[in-house]
């Protein structure tokens, strides 16, 4: 989740094994967190979220890992895909009551066939 | 269901000429958001509407005007563009209730020269 200016970090993994993709947030009162995913020339596309009541939730081939103690989220998706080559972005909620989200940096995630 | 719509897709634009870019969506969202993206880095928030009638600025608000047209548009208006303007531009929308995700369209690349 932090900026790094124009150099995005990048996770190079091989098609058929495990990604984790991690992302620090700045907030502790935040309760709401979302994993945004963006392919080139298009916007960002939801994959998962997860409420600070929660530390772990699945979805299809994704799991979204909430630990509130250091602040760190992470996006573990299962039997990469070539299709799963995108940034992915996390977002924070910091308004209880309305949604005003605060977006790390990204990830850019290539996957080798 | 075209979701987030938004025009146009991609604008040159001089120093000093204005802009208005058009972001429709049809969910019936009450909440819509202007986003600016630039290389490297997460979306950064410009102007908000949180419901028909009401804008309020974000992160960025500097250089920019909005107009919440009614509850399916939401527009965003470069007065003099600088070239420091220069970035992608992603709308979005969301319901008004609390901790739930945003739906981002396919964005407006703009070139201040």
């Known amino acids: 989740g932090e900026s790094v200016g124009l150099h995005l970090p990048t996770l190079s993994v091989q098609e058929g094994d495990n990604s984790i993709i991690n992302c620090a947030y700045s907030?502790?009162?935040?309760?709401?967190f979302i994993w945004y995913k963006q392919e080139s020339g298009k916007g960002p596309q939801f994959i998962i979220d997860?409420?600070?009541?929660?530390d772990k939730r699945q979805g299809q081939r994704v799991t979204v890992l909430l630990n509130k103690t250091v602040k760190h989220l992470s996006l573990q998706i299962a039997a990469t895909q070539p299709g799963d080559s995108a940034v992915y972005f996390c977002?924070?909620?910091?308004?209880?009551?309305?949604?005003?989200?605060?977006f790390g940096s990204g990830t850019k995630l290539n996957v080798k066939p | 269901n075209a979701g987030v719509t938004q025009t146009p897709k991609f604008q040159v634009l001089k120093t000093g000429q204005s802009m208005t870019l058009q972001c429709a969506q049809d969910?019936?969202?009450?909440?819509m958001y202007w986003y600016r993206q630039d290389p490297g880095m997460g979306l950064r928030l410009i102007y908000y509407?949180?419901?028909?009638?009401?804008?309020d600025k974000g992160e960025v608000p500097n250089g920019y005007n909005v107009s919440r047209l009614n509850k399916r548009e939401f527009s965003l208006r470069l007065e003099s563009a600088a070239p420091s303007q220069t970035s992608v531009y992603f709308c979005?929308?969301?319901?008004?209730?609390?901790?739930?995700?945003?739906?981002f369209g396919d964005g407006t690349r703009l070139s201040i020269l």
């Open positions: 997860i409420r600070s009541n929660m």
């Open positions: 969910m019936n969202h009450n909440s």
């Open positions: 977002a924070e909620n910091r308004e209880r009551n309305f949604n005003k989200f605060y």
């Open positions: 509407s949180a419901s028909e009638g009401t804008t």
């Open positions: 979005a929308s969301s319901t008004q209730q609390g901790n739930q995700p945003q739906h």
């Open positions: 907030n502790s009162a935040s309760d709401y």
